[in-house]
């Protein structure tokens, strides 16, 4: 049987001794969209998106709507009706590369799903993502949040604040203070691909204003994103203010960092991602939500 992986993930399955797991796990991975993944997907307000620039640097997007923004129209695709602030470039980039990977996570019950196919985008601007593989995660290191509409006299519209090659100090601390993120990453046969990542507050490091350094902890072992960028350097990150609405996009080269020595000095750390940025975007009502902390995973490593 054809392995569902592609050398990268499996070659970074191999350094971390896990393969005969992950072959174990993969066989979760299917091509349909299950019942009870089309209910969990109709009551979510929010999914962050993959996609791919037309010169091949990867952005990571997010999507949000009140519940039934997405709806799967048959087992193979769902629909998506979502606003984005006019300099959010997934729109664009799916028109030149139709590659699209989609996180969904119920922040409250700490379910999380994924979603990873080909986009095509409606003549209403109606987005469809056509599967090709989907799977569900494990609910390790998602901090638990409740959200609620926000309220409508805040009159908070998508706009863009700035593009930028480097980091301001303010955003710097948006980082550090960070507990959750997404990255995006791409391979040219397994596509586009989304995922989260979160810790304690300050989990995230930030080194210079172009470099951040992040632990990665023990995970399904699967090694999609770490296997996406072993073959290819170009990720994405996206920091979401839970409390304003605004956004933090980021592009750039991403590489995986082995050093035991270095490794040793992020608790709960197995390797290291470090991060350069090119280019960034920060948009500030990108959206509706607004959320209530309700704890902290008991996953997240002291």
Not at 21 to 37: H, K, V
Not at 189 to 212: E, I, K, M, T
């Amino acid at each position: 049987m054809a392995s569902v992986y592609h050398p990268g993930e499996l070659s970074v399955q191999e350094r971390a001794g896990v393969r005969e797991m992950a072959d174990r796990i993969g066989r979760s991975i299917r091509s349909t969209i299950p019942l009870a993944a089309q209910e969990f997907l109709r009551s979510e307000p929010m999914a962050i998106a993959g996609s791919v620039d037309p010169s091949g640097r990867v952005w990571a997007s997010l999507l949000v709507g009140d519940p039934g923004f997405m709806q799967a129209v048959n087992e193979r695709t769902i629909r998506l009706k979502s606003r984005l602030a006019n300099g959010d470039p997934l729109v664009n980039n799916l028109t030149a590369n139709d590659q699209v990977g989609l996180v969904v996570i119920d922040f409250a019950t700490r379910r999380r799903m994924r979603l990873n196919g080909r986009a095509e985008i409606g003549a209403d601007g109606t987005l469809y993502i056509h599967a090709r593989q989907v799977y569900s995660n494990c609910p390790k290191y998602i901090q638990a949040r409740g959200w609620e509409r926000r309220r409508a006299e805040t009159g908070l519209t998508p706009k863009v604040r700035r593009q930028f090659g480097r980091l301001s100090e303010e955003q710097q601390q948006w980082i550090r203070a960070a507990d959750t993120f997404f990255v995006a990453s791409h391979h040219p046969d397994g596509g586009a691909d989304a995922s989260h990542r979160g810790g304690h507050p300050g989990f995230v490091h930030v080194l210079n204003a172009n470099r951040v350094i992040w632990p990665d902890y023990s995970g399904n072992t699967m090694f999609q994103t770490l296997g996406n960028i072993t073959s290819n350097s170009q990720a994405g990150l996206l920091f979401i203010d839970f409390e304003s609405g605004a956004t933090l996009q980021l592009t750039g080269k991403a590489r995986i960092i082995w050093d035991r020595e270095r490794t040793a000095r992020f608790p709960g750390a197995e390797r290291l991602i470090e991060f350069d940025l090119e280019e960034g975007i920060e948009i500030s009502g990108a959206s509706s939500l607004e959320w209530r902390f309700m704890g902290r995973s008991p996953f997240n490593p002291a």
